[in-house]
């Protein structure tokens, strides 16, 4: 790092074309966290070079995620549109050394002319034009007497290299469009190969740091910086791309799969952007600590998407306030329980950090419980709740199943227990032991909520290499049908009623659930399930 006087300065450049995904928050973390590292700043620059697909909308939403994750460019947000008429100049300069000349050739002639990788190309009929004659050319690009595609700049580099990139890549198009920033200033548009290098230079950034796509891209990088930049050269170095199991991390595929309907927008709890995550429940320590985790190579890898539901977990275990939450309730009634008696039951707010202080449960006659914790039939070894059988319900008492009462159809609608008083959690009498301790709610106290349960968006877990980078629509046949189940009939304690959205709790054996902070209201309360609680990664890694 001695090669800049020791100073270091990074940017991180989206396109803001979509919405910023997982993949982007590693780069961001490595960008503004070498920064940091070094005493050095990082620069937020939107890569604004092409007016066809870009928005506000997207410009905006990429300020929040990055802001949100935690860090700051202070007084640096630069738009690659800012330097539009130094980039101009810069062009001027390669006519002017006789660097690039101005081609007639079609897109498609073009392709052609490039030959392959074992065949060298062919040069243009256009590529020795005067200096004098592509200024002239040029000028008259950018004054708009030419359609879109009839012409182009090309550096003039080499037809034979064995790099395609550098067989006389364009470098100015005509594109007649408005620009969300310059609107109709311009008419013609820097190519990003051309832009990215010389908008480095001109914010004296130090390392430029990007995804290992662009390592065939760095001779052109360091021949249009040798040819047009005197002092202070930015260098480029890549690294490996973020790949995680059973998710889609291209912002080509993310569009799809709002614009065709397949979620509900950009900040669908499912989908791996920032803003769904975020809405999700995920919190930014998480995410940081998972970028830390995944480490900086130059090796492309797929990482296990359990380790970053670890790292969640690991983060609001100790931050969370427990509750009880019955997501698919049956009643239980506590046969002999006075009826009109209530009881305030303390229950501590987080075991995992003692100064999180208890609260009151009411505890009462009739409860629920969740469906899936009672078995007419029990296999062996079940430990919850069964014909005969004891349980404890947490925080309270044990009980005994005595009958189950249906109705025509066999459905279950309640199951009689009865309780016993010697058994009160944390009470001196309470040393009678089961197998089993359920969580339950209070009925007549209880809050009615719909609860969101999550899986993965993609059903295969491993997407190979080729098919992330395969500019097909694959992916759209791995969908998971069942990836968002919603219950509308959950029932919660009555300590989460004035919760806000975005608060995090964990349900007591259900996971880590999070307020919706769009849908989420105190008269109908909304909650995401962010993970649950089996945590495959700490397992599979002890
Ligand atoms: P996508 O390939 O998803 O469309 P992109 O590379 O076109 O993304 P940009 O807006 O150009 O999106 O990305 C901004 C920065 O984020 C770039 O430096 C890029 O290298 C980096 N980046 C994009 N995707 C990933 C990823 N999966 N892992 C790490 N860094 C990424
Ligand atoms: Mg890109």
Known sequence: MNKNNGRVHTRFPPEPNGYLHIGHAKSICLNFG?????????????????????????????????????????????????????????????????????????????????????????ESPYRNRTAAENMDLFMRMRAGEFPNGSRVLRAKIDMSSPNLNMRDPVIYRIMHE????????????????????????????????????????????????????????????????????????????????????????????????????????????????????????????LVDVALLEHCLREDLNMKAQRAMAVLDPVKVVLLNYPEDSVEMLEAENNPENPDSGKRLIPFSRTLYIEKEDFME???????????????????????????????????????????????????????????????????????????????????????????????NDEFLSKLNPDSCIILKNSKLEPSLNACSPGSKFQFLRQGYFCADIKDHTPENPVFNRIVGLRDSWAKANK
């Open 34 to 122: 070498v920064a940091e590292e070094f005493h050095g700043l990082c620069n937020l620059r939107f890569d604004d070079t092409n007016p066809s697909k870009e928005e506000v909308e997207f410009v905006d939403s990429i300020k929040e995620d990055v802001r949100w994750l935690g860090f700051s460019w202070d007084d640096r947000l630069f738009y690659a549109s800012d330097y539009f008429e130094q980039l101009f100049r810069f062009a001027v300069k390669l006519i002017e050394d006789g660097n690039a000349y101005v081609c007639d050739l079609s897109a498609e002639e073009i392709r052609e002319y490039r030959g392959t990788l074992t065949q060298p190309g062919t």
């Open 377 to 471: 039939d029990p296999p062996k070894k079940y430990f919850r709740l069964s014909p005969g059988a004891e349980v404890r319900l947490k925080h309270a008492y044990i009980i005994q199943c005595q009958e189950v009462i249906k109705d025509e159809d066999g459905n279950i609608l309640e199951i009689h227990c009865t309780y016993d008083p010697e058994t009160k959690s944390g009470g001196a009498a309470s040393q009678k032991k089961v197998k089993g301790t359920l969580h339950w709610v209070s009925a007549s106290h209880a809050i009615n909520a719909e609860i969101r349960l999550y899986d993965y968006l993609i059903r295969d877990e491993q997407p190979s290499e080729e098919e992330e980078a395969a500019d």
């Open 178 to 301: 408005n620009h969300h920033r310059t609107g109709d200033a311009w008419c013609i548009y820097p190519m990003y190969d051309f832009a990215h290098p010389l908008s480095d230079a001109l914010e004296n950034i130090t390392h430029s740091i990007c995804t290992l796509e662009f390592e065939d891209h760095r001779p052109l990088y360091d021949w249009l910086i040798d040819n047009l930049i005197t002092e202070n050269k930015p260098r480029q170095y890549e690294f490996a791309r973020l790949n995680l199991t059973n998710t889609v991390t291209s912002k080509r595929k993310l569009r799809q799969l709002v614009e065709g309907g397949y979620v509900r927008g950009w900040d669908d709890p499912r989908m791996p952007t920032i803003s769904g995550i975020r809405r999700r429940g995920y919190t930014p320590e998480a995410i940081r600590d998972f970028c830390d985790r995944i480490g900086v190579a130059r090796a492309n890898s």
